[in-house]
């Protein structure tokens, strides 16, 4: 199994997302987006899903 880590700029993502999410459609539907997002990320790794992208880095699947 592989670990999901976040860059620093896809976590700013996230959280803009969020914020986006809260203000047009409340809280309790962008709490609903991140954590369908963050279920996606926990199968992405449980399954090994991606390809090596050794130009972007090491370690770094997409």
Do not use: C
């Amino acid at each position: 199994m592989r670990t999901v880590k976040l860059t620093p700029k896809a976590s700013e993502d996230l959280e803009n997302i969020w914020h986006y999410g809260w203000q047009h459609f409340g809280e309790i539907q962008a709490d609903r987006y991140i954590n369908h997002l963050s279920e996606i990320f926990s199968i992405m790794s449980a399954n090994n899903i991606g390809t090596p992208r050794p130009e972007l880095g090491e370690y770094i699947y997409a």
